[in-house]
Structures are given as C-alpha cells and as structure tokens.
C-alpha cells in the first residue's frame, strides 16, 4: 500500500515557474515508477511526466517536453516537478501517481493515487 500527497500548487503568471512535490508513505517507494498527470475543467485526465524506478529513465508529453522536469529521491520517498515557462493551458489538477509495472502513459496502469493539487496560470 502507498499513500501520496502532493504539493506545492498555486496561482502563477504566464513564463512562471512552480515546482510541484508527492510524498509517499509506505513501503517499497524505490519499486514504483512515478508520474504526474493533470486534469483540466471539462477534460480527460492525461499524462504528464513519468520516471522509472531508478530516477534515471524520463518520459514527458509533448505539450510540456523542454519546460517540466521530473524526478524523484527514493530516499526521502519524494517526487518532484519542476515546471517553468508556465502557460494558461498548463491550468489543471496535477495528481501524482504511483504504477508497479513501469512508467506508462495510460492512467489505467497506475494502482495508487494522490488528492491533487491545483495549478492555475494567468495570462
């Protein structure tokens, strides 16, 4: 069982930057891959970044490559995301997520879940 909390949300300016930060509790963070997904008013629930369980395998969406960075510190149990040049449509619910069978892109390969945490940029 792993149990995230994310934070680190807010109200930010358009070319802004927020880095989002989860928690986990639990046991066996360092076998989980780690992602971040995002949920706007009205849309799907879609795929951020994730990071393999060693740290050192990334993948992003196109729409945030260049500007979001993901990673984590297995041994503090944390994820982080650092997002800069922060657009209007980057507003969303940002969940952290949690999959045992590796980074993917489909939100129904994730077993644990956070709250979320609100992202909302200003143009």
């Known amino acids: 069982q792993v149990q995230l909390a994310e934070s680190g949300g807010g109200l930010v300016q358009a070319g802004g930057s927020l880095r989002l930060s989860c928690a986990a509790s639990g046991r066996f963070f360092s076998g989980y891959a780690m992602a971040w997904f995002r949920q706007a008013p009205g849309k799907e629930r879609e795929f951020v970044a994730g990071?393999?369980?060693?740290?050192?395998?990334?993948y992003y969406a196109d729409s945030v490559k260049g500007r979001f960075t993901i990673s984590r510190d297995n041994t503090k149990n944390t994820v982080s995301l650092q997002m800069n040049s922060l657009k209007p449509e980057d507003t969303a619910v940002y969940y952290c997520?949690?999959?045992?069978?590796?980074?993917?892109?489909?939100?129904?390969?994730?077993?644990?879940w956070g709250q979320g945490t609100q992202v909302t940029v200003s143009s």
């Open positions: 990071v393999n369980w060693s740290g050192r395998g990334t």
């Open positions: 997520a949690a999959a045992d069978v590796g980074v993917a892109i489909g939100r129904n390969n994730y077993d644990y």
